[in-house]
């Protein structure tokens, strides 16, 4: 027999005993999205390649042809895809989570389950995008020969500070945007210029070393830092502080955001 | 079940328990939003202290309001419970509440056992999947875990009547199919204690009864049931409690059918707020009810002429719909003047007016009415306006004016209220007409 206590300062000890129970609820939301996001497109699937592709096409001309950056051995496209797929992971994912309370305000307001579970099922549908993808590099990194190296066993560790970073602002902006609908008109900006401030269409060794460390604020630069240096190898190695500002900060988006979103979690219902 | 050591045999019956519960809303908190993140942050970063003392000042001026407050109630294991009262009295806070959609600013409630509530049927329906796939995703929501979905999907679909259409998206149905898928998922869930706000007022006459049937099902298994509705008719079958709120507070509680009539003899002096449907941009602004000389009126004498006069503002014009009144005493419906049988529609409806609908000679015991008001779409399948009371009025006379000489004449407050003229012939060969119609009233100079 479950026993349930409801009272206006008391509702935590069951969050997380339901946030277990809705685990099916988590993924049910995610095969939804899965099921809903290519119906009546007519390439479907193919988008979940065609977006990193054309990105890295752009990206690839603008810095490496027109830019002349240097790609320290490495050919550029692959350098370039190595940035864009943790990166549009983390921008589209974000932005999704962002909007996924406001989007099924209906449901908000209508039905409990821990809100937790519709921001966080974002996350994972678009992880699935993100794999998706990813063996596209790994086929790009077959046609160009390119071996990684024994970095690559340090990939999980990237890969969890990409999700956590994605979740941890995902939580902010979700919540943020129920209250504030700014928020929506915001993200796309910061969207549009991360991606010059994090090193996705260039190495972040460009950046003057005294530069380095403030460059290195942006935890995206550490992750993708990271993700460059697992899977290609970077001759000059990884920037160590630039790893442990990533790993600090995003413990810190994380746990800020989970504790945002909680905090106001219980009002959602009253103000969406 | 474990055995609670510290609860007494009266507490493990209680399914659910309230104590001293309350809901406060900001009714400024509106307000404030409007002005947007731009504004709370330009002024905030521009001058703090004055913005600091602006915000204290909002929060003062902030009116609050106690959407429900001091709600003491127990509601045992396996009891029927209706919860009744006009818009705005606090029973959706309260459902809210109980399904934890929202939290208590004060109190609290104890709950014994798996709950489902259902403040809506369809939530989360999306309508780009099948049906079959909004069975899973709606099922999921409500609560249902898979394999108890897959378990019960054949029941659901046989339910709602849609097996051939199962693999076409829901954005196809009609809205009577969605309807009925929407309830059949609601149908099956399977918990001990089911909260359910006015989703029965959705669907045809038919679906309606067999949902209210299956509801009966439910409760018939010595599940516990909470039951929201404006329609009186459906609490009073399924409820043996009813409970009613009034601006916020527990105004009556107890046995069904006094806290309902209490209810109709109270309601009758409300007047019913306009009404509006966006989709179809049509405002329902007044019903008035006329007598025979034209004159606003709220009490009718058996036998006299009743109009209904429906003042509507159609903002887009609404061309042939269908208007469904119909009187409805406390017990149950009486009489109907329904377009959809006798299809005599306006052509159009278009900007402010009103149209009207005369009930001749009403054969009514003294007792209290409702006019109840349905507009249908030029289809006749989507509600424009759902069911709904629209106007209440009573009915008062004394019946021996119209030949009533019976011993227990005050029965009549309670009787079956229609009566169409009859005629006792005795034995004796005496002929006993009688009839409630104005011609049959002796005219008592008083």
Known sequence: MTELLIESDRVEQQYWRDLWRYRELFLFFAWRDLLVRYKQTVVGISWTLIRPLLTMIILTVVFGRLGKMPAGGVPYPLLVLCGTLPWQFFSISMFEAGESLVANASMVSKVYFPRLVMTASKILINLVDFFVSFCFLAILMLWYRYVPHMAILFLPLFLLLMIGATLGVGLWVAALMVQYRDIRFIVPFVVQFGLYLSPVGYQSSVVPAKFRLLYSLNPMVGIIDGFRWCLLGTKEGIYLPGVAIAIVGVTLILVSGFWYFRKTERTFADII | ?446
């Open chain 2, 1 to 446: 079940m474990p055995n609670h050591s510290f609860a007494n045999s009266a507490k493990r019956e209680a399914a659910i328990t309230i104590e001293n519960l309350g809901k406060k809303y900001h009714i400024g908190q509106q307000r404030a939003k409007d002005d947007g993140m731009r504004h709370v942050i330009e002024s905030a970063v521009r001058t703090p202290l004055a913005w600091f003392r602006a915000r204290r000042q909002e929060r003062l001026k902030q009116v609050d309001f106690w959407a429900l407050r001091g709600v003491s109630l127990e509601i045992k294991r396996g009891d029927v419970v209706g919860i009744i009262g006009g818009n705005g009295a606090g029973k959706s806070t309260l459902l809210k509440l109980l399904s934890r959609i929202t939290v208590p600013t004060e109190g609290r409630i104890r709950i014994d056992g798996r709950v489902a509530s259902l403040l809506e049927v369809g939530t989360g329906f999306h309508p780009e999947l099948t049906g079959r796939e909004n069975i899973f995703l709606n099922g999921a929501i409500l609560g249902m875990s898979r394999s108890e979905i897959l378990r019960k999907f054949d029941q659901i679909v046989e339910f709602a009547e849609i097996d051939e259409f199962l693999d076409t998206p829901v954005k196809r149905y009609s809205s009577g199919m969605y309807v009925r898928l929407a309830f059949a998922v609601a149908a099956h869930l399977d918990p001990e204690i089911l909260i359910v706000d006015e989703v029965l007022a959705v669907g045809d006459a038919s679906f309606q009864k067999k949902c209210l049937a299956q509801m009966g099902n439910i409760a018939g298994e010595g599940r516990t049931v909470v039951f929201v509705s404006h329609n009186v008719e459906a609490v009073r079958t399924l409820c043996q409690r009813v409970i009613w709120i009034k601006d916020g507070l527990l105004h009556r509680d107890g046995e069904a059918e006094e806290v309902i009539g209490d209810y109709f003899d109270n309601i009758i002096i409300e007047k019913v707020q306009a009404v509006t449907n966006r989709d179809f941009g049509l405002i329902l602004e007044d019903v008035v009810l006329r007598n025979e000389h034209g004159e606003e009126c709220r009490e009718f004498k058996p036998g006299d002429d009743l109009t209904v006069e429906i003042h509507y503002d159609a903002q887009k014009s609404l061309e042939r719909p269908y208007i469904i009144l119909s009187i409805s005493g406390n017990n149950g419906g009486c009489f109907a003047a329904n377009m959809l049988l006798d299809g005599r529609r306006p052509e159009v409806l278009s900007g402010r007016g009103k149209l009207s609908c005369r009930f001749r000679s009403i054969p009514l015991y003294p007792q209290k009415y409702a006019v109840r008001i349905c507009i249908r779409d030029g289809n006749g399948s989507d509600n424009i306006i759902p069911y709904q009371d629209a106007a209440y009025f009573s009915v008062a006379c004394d019946l021996a004016d119209y030949g009533y000489q019976g011993q227990f004449v005050g029965r009549a407050a309670t009787s079956t209220p229609v009566v169409v003229p009859y005629e006792w012939h005795l034995p004796d060969g005496t002929i006993a007409p009688m009839s409630l119609e104005a011609a049959s009233r002796v005219v008592t100079t008083r």
